[in-house]
Nanobody, 115 residues
Framework: QVQLVESGGGLVQPGGSLRLSCAAS????????MGWYRQAPGKQREMVAT???????NYADSVKGRFTISRDNAKNTVYLQMNSLKPEDTAVYYCKMQKLFIDYWGQGTQVTVSS
């Protein structure tokens, strides 16, 4: 069984930082593409950042330069470092593993950026 568990969300002020973690079990993240996605109320779920098994990364234009996706294969964990947070970053953030032709999702963690 594949299980993804996100953590690290919370309430922060604009300009603040958070680091989200996605701990995986059942499969090794080192051989599958991983990604972070987010969904704000009333909006479509959107890609935030992805990382391949080879380490290539891709970011949404809205977060480029502020967010960094990384992984620790030994800990089977993928991270999303979020800096210079803006109110429009407020959303539920989800971790995803693309294993073969199936996408596996975590339960999500809430990120709220507000004064």
């Amino acid at each position: 069984q594949v299980q993804l568990v996100e953590s690290g969300g919370g309430l922060v002020q604009p300009g603040g930082s958070l680091r989200l973690s996605c701990a995986a079990s059942g499969s090794m993240i080192s051989i599958y593409p991983m990604g972070w996605y987010r969904q704000a109320p009333g909006k479509q779920r959107e890609m935030v950042a992805t990382i391949t098994s080879g380490g290539s990364t891709n970011y949404a234009d809205s977060v480029k330069g502020r967010f960094t996706i990384s992984r620790d294969n030994a800990k089977n964990t993928v991270y999303l470092q979020m800096n210079s947070l803006k109110p429009e970053d407020t959303a539920v953030y989800y971790c995803k593993m693309q294993k073969l032709f199936i996408d596996y999702w975590g339960q999500g963690t809430q990120v709220t950026v507000s004064s």
